[in-house]
Each structure stands twice: as structure tokens, then as C-alpha cells.
């Protein structure tokens, strides 16, 4: 009864701009931690940035370049990433933390946006 909807991937040339964002739907009481995942080919998926009610946490490779934000009010999060680079490619998946209108805690996944980083 829950689903996470991303959007905002593509294709960008390096040094580029994307804002990627991720929408939470259906029978939600509240969200404790929303975050972005990434896999590329061949590769583990990975922790890119998380946030939550202390605040936000990245991956060492993308700090100073991406910035996590959240709309409560729309149980959305959103991922800006500036200065992109060729090793920034991979599938961006959206992860929540939601707790039901019957007040049990599960863990969501988005469907996965491409992001291609190349000239």
C-alpha cells in the first residue's frame, strides 16, 4: 500500500546538474529516514546520502557535490547533484523508512532512475 515514485534521471555531460526526487504514497503515518542508494554495473549498491530528523549523512565520494532535502509535507526527498562526473553513473534508487496507518515499520524501495554521466 506504499510506493515510492522517482524521477528526474537522464543523461548529463560531466560537470553537469541533475535533481533526482522520490515521492512516498499510500497508507503513511510517518517516514523516519528517507534516503538515495546507487549501483553501477559490475558494483555493490551503495549508501549516496541519507536524511532524517538529526540531519544528513553522506557518501565520502559525493560530499561538497550533493545535497539531500526533504518536504514532509509531501513525503518527498530530493537529490541535487552538482559537478558530476563520469563515476557518478549508475541507477539512483530511492529508500524510506515508513511507519503504516497500522503503525508497523517497513522498508521501501523506489524503481530505480539511469543516471549517465559522459560527453
Known amino acids: 500500500q506504499v510506493q515510492l515514485v522517482e524521477s528526474g534521471g537522464g543523461l548529463v555531460q560531466p560537470g553537469g546538474s541533475l535533481r533526482l526526487s522520490c515521492a512516498a504514497s499510500?497508507?503513511?503515518?510517518?517516514?523516519?529516514?528517507m534516503a538515495w542508494y546507487r549501483q553501477a554495473p559490475g558494483r555493490q549498491r551503495e549508501l549516496v546520502a541519507r536524511?532524517?530528523?538529526?540531519?544528513?549523512n553522506y557518501a565520502d565520494s559525493v560530499k561538497g557535490r550533493f545535497t539531500v532535502s526533504r518536504d514532509n509535507a509531501k513525503n518527498t526527498v530530493y537529490l541535487q547533484m552538482n559537478s558530476l562526473k563520469p563515476e557518478d553513473t549508475a541507477v539512483y534508487y530511492c529508500?524510506?523508512?515508513?511507519?503504516?496507518?497500522?503503525?508497523?515499520?517497513?522498508?521501501?524501495w523506489g524503481q530505480g532512475t539511469q543516471v549517465t554521466v559522459s560527453s
Open positions: 529508500n524510506a523508512k515508513i511507519v503504516s496507518t497500522g503503525l508497523n515499520m517497513y522498508d521501501y
Open positions: 536524511i532524517d530528523s538529526g540531519g544528513q
Open positions: 499510500g497508507s503513511i503515518f510517518g517516514i523516519n529516514v
